[in-house]
């Protein structure tokens, strides 16, 4: 029963062939953590704790920011400054030591996020479901067969779960399906690119560019980097 949890959204995402499946999966994640933590969850202590400890990213501090509910964001964000009031300035902060533990401390929590944690810990789940998926259910392989690719930041953590979750037999078999699909992408796409600078060229001025070398660059942009998330 529990398994239901992740196999219905893996299943979903991937019943559909628009874009990267994981990708859809972590719009889905991160609409519904924005939503339960401006929600009641904001003034659970236990989660208020966690979001004292580790704040927001830029990206979800937007997103929280842009929410209607402005009284649980100003009481968030208060307890949040009160902790880093302590952790800053609860020490002398006149040693040079102290000056590289407070560095060090804003490092951290300039890449740490309360909400990046929470979707992240899905996520891996989630990988670790399509693996399963694949070793359990033949249509689980035809719908990984018709995606049309995966952007590379989630394609480097399906292999990792793939390592991971798969016998050497169903991890070959799993390195041919998907790795087809995204090699075919990869090759198209650089096909495209080529079309693209070869519109530069003097040879070839007053060329119309065709549909995918127009969209080529925005395409890669989308398999290198899909918004922030990693
Ligand atoms: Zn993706
Ligand atoms: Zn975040």
């Known amino acids: 029963m529990q398994e239901k949890i992740y196999t219905i959204p893996v299943n979903e995402v991937f019943s559909q062939q628009d874009g990267c499946p994981f990708c859809r999966l ?7 953590e924005i939503d339960t933590i401006m929600g009641a969850a904001m003034m659970e202590p236990d989660i ?23 009284l649980s964001l100003g009481l968030t964000l208060d307890t949040h400054l009160q902790e880093i ?12 030591k102290s000056a590289a533990a407070q560095a060090s401390y804003l490092k951290e929590l300039k890449q740490d996020c309360y909400v990046c944690r929470r979707i992240d810990g899905f996520m891996d789940k989630m990988f670790q479901t399509a693996v399963l998926l694949f070793e359990r259910d033949w249509e689980f392989r035809k719908k990984l067969e ?26 070959k078999e799993f390195l041919r399906i998907a790795g087809q699909v995204e090699e075919n992408y990869l090759n198209a796409l650089q096909q495209d690119m080529g079309d693209f600078v070869a519109l530069f060229d003097y040879r070839s001025s007053g060329a119309q560019p065709g549909e ?17 998330q990693n």
């Not at 009031?85 to 040079?96: D, I």
């Not at 995606?147 to 990792?160: A, I, S, T, V």
């Open 48 to 70: 208020r704790m966690e979001t004292n400890r580790h704040g927001f990213c830029g990206r979800h501090l937007q997103q929280v920011s842009a929410v209607k509910n402005r």
């Open 26 to 32: 972590f719009e889905k994640l991160e609409a519904r």
């Open 212 to 228: 995918g070398s127009r969209t080529a660059i925005e395409r890669l942009i989308t398999l290198l980097a899909p918004g922030d």
């Open 146 to 171: 018709s995606q049309p690719f995966f952007c590379l930041p989630h394609y480097g953590r399906l292999l990792e779960a793939a390592s991971k979750g798969l016998s050497s037999k169903h991890q």
């Open 85 to 96: 009031r302590k952790n800053l300035f609860g020490k002398s902060l006149l040693s040079g």
